[in-house]
Nanobody, 120 residues
Framework: QLVESGGGLVQAGGSLRLSCTPSGGTFGRRGMGWFRQGPGKGREFVAAIDWPGAITRYADSVKGRFTISRDNAKNTLYLQMNSLKPEDTAVYYC???????????????WGQGTQVTVSS
């Protein structure tokens, strides 16, 4: 089980940092990712990171604005979101996969999500 935190309401142009931790145990040597689901939309890939954290991948819509990172000693995954736009409004989910590489699919473990709302 994964637990996200850090969501909230922010004005356009603002920043938020999301965090994700395991409710029990550790992430292990797993690749991790962030996904989001906006109002009336399907879930979409946002960013991914490998273990131990050297390689990252981003959706084109967030490239240059969002940064994914992980602190393996603290078992915490982060998503730093800058220059937020109203279209970034969504529920953001943390996910983990069994492999250690970067991928936009094949995630096994999911969190409950945290709401991010960006006002114009």
């Amino acid at each position: 089980q994964l637990v996200e935190s850090g969501g909230g309401l922010v004005q356009a142009g603002g920043s938020l940092r999301l965090s994700c931790t395991p409710s029990g145990g550790t992430f292990g040597r797993r690749g991790m990712g962030w996904f989001r689901q906006g109002p009336g939309k399907g879930r979409e890939f946002v960013a991914a990171i490998d273990w131990p954290g050297a390689i990252t991948r981003y959706a084109d819509s967030v490239k240059g604005r969002f940064t994914i990172s992980r602190d393996n000693a603290k078992n915490t995954l982060y998503l730093q979101m800058n220059s937020l736009k109203p279209e970034d409004t969504a529920v953001y989910y943390c996910a983990a996969r069994e492999g250690s590489t970067v991928t936009i699919s094949e995630y096994t473990y999911w969190g409950q999500g945290t709401q991010v709302t960006v006002s114009s």
